[in-house]
């Protein structure tokens, strides 16, 4: 088996009894968040862990930019699903080199950007080492009232594929300020409905996201190149022209965009655009642009269809985190 991070997740979902659809995991190993049927209702849950040289650098970032990023990569996982995240559970392994007065202001970034999202911090674990910071967030979500989580599974052939906000260059600042897309998901689920098919938040990379979206769905995706270069945030372009690699190249691969990208059927799409509050939403005026880039398509894989009418093959070069 080749190795890569999404073949040992296959791996490990292959050899646990957290298999989706049984009758208390309804959502296991392989969405944004798995979900669970409690006597009390449906709960989602979503951990990440993010490590200081890979997902942040303390040279760089201040201990208040690291706790909000640390909360704000789980919070993208339930726009992902559009669900309401509600409880966090924070553990951290703190150098022992750090000051209490450093540790405090890490969780002052966690808890102020809870705050903003109505999220309570109720517990965790604190640990010290001779090494560099990690910092670890479960996150507990539940359904927003009315609305059924969305999966990466549903989407259908002939789906419009649209995106939010630019992709691209996040390295140079985005990816550690980014605003999840909490609001817009929910938004769109309750205007949708069963229409809005399948979704996934572009944490690895348009390039990668979108193979899992269109092989978690059985399905292809086609995108169209001037679509895709349309969604070039300034960031990419002029880090194209620093490094020499090609605007394209930025927008598909970069990753950490934190957006959303998502299958939804085109005649539901339309009507939402002609109702006067998707006019008013749709044109962008205070959240992020949704520019439609691909459709769905039967056939597996992800292509990009030239501004020449060639289709070449997208492979997935974004992140990983096991290579």
């Not at 208390?24 to 006597?39: E, S």
């Not at 002939?158 to 938004?187: C, M, N, Q, Y």
């Not at 978690?216 to 001037?226: D, Q, V």
């Amino acid at each position: 088996m080749e190795k890569s991070e999404d073949n040992l997740i296959a791996w490990i979902s292959e050899r646990t009894r957290s298999q989706p659809g049984t009758s208390d995991i309804p959502i296991g190993i392989g969405d944004d968040m798995a979900m669970i049927r409690t006597p009390v209702g449906e709960v989602l849950l979503t951990c990440d862990m993010l490590m200081d040289g890979v997902d942040f650098d303390t040279s760089k970032h201040t201990p208040e930019q690291i706790g909000r990023k640390a909360l704000a990569v789980s919070l993208s996982d339930c726009a992902a699903m559009a669900v309401r995240p509600r409880w966090a559970l924070v553990s951290v392994a703190l150098p022992n080199t750090w000051t209490m007065e450093q540790a405090q202001r890490l969780y002052d970034g966690i808890e102020s950007f809870a705050q903003r999202y109505e999220v309570a911090i109720i517990g965790g674990d604190t640990n010290s080492w001779n090494q560099p910071l990690a910092v670890d967030v479960t996150l507990v979500a539940e359904p927003w009232p009315g609305v059924k989580p969305v999966q990466r599974s549903g989407m259908k052939a002939h789906d419009l594929i649209i995106v939010t906000g630019e992709l691209g260059g996040s390295l140079a600042g985005h990816h550690i300020d980014f605003e999840p897309r909490v609001r817009e998901a929910k938004w769109l689920a309750e205007k949708l409905g069963s229409d809005l098919h399948a979704m996934i938040d572009l944490s690895d990379g348009l390039s990668t996201d979108a193979h899992r979206l269109a092989k978690a769905s059985n399905r292809g995706i086609e995108f169209g190149e001037f679509s895709i270069e349309l969604l070039a945030s300034k960031a990419a372009i002029k880090t194209s022209k620093d490094d020499g690699r090609t605007v394209l190249d930025h927008v598909l691969n970069d990753g950490e965009d934190f957006e959303l990208l998502f299958a939804v059927e085109p005649a539901a799409w339309i009507r939402l655009g002609e109702s006067s509050e998707g006019q008013w939403l749709l044109d962008q005026k205070v959240t992020p642009r949704y520019r439609t880039i691909g459709i769905a398509e039967k056939e597996p894989g992800v292509r990009l269809k030239r501004s020449n009418a060639t289709i070449s093959v997208i492979e997935p070069r974004g992140w990983q985190h096991f290579k």
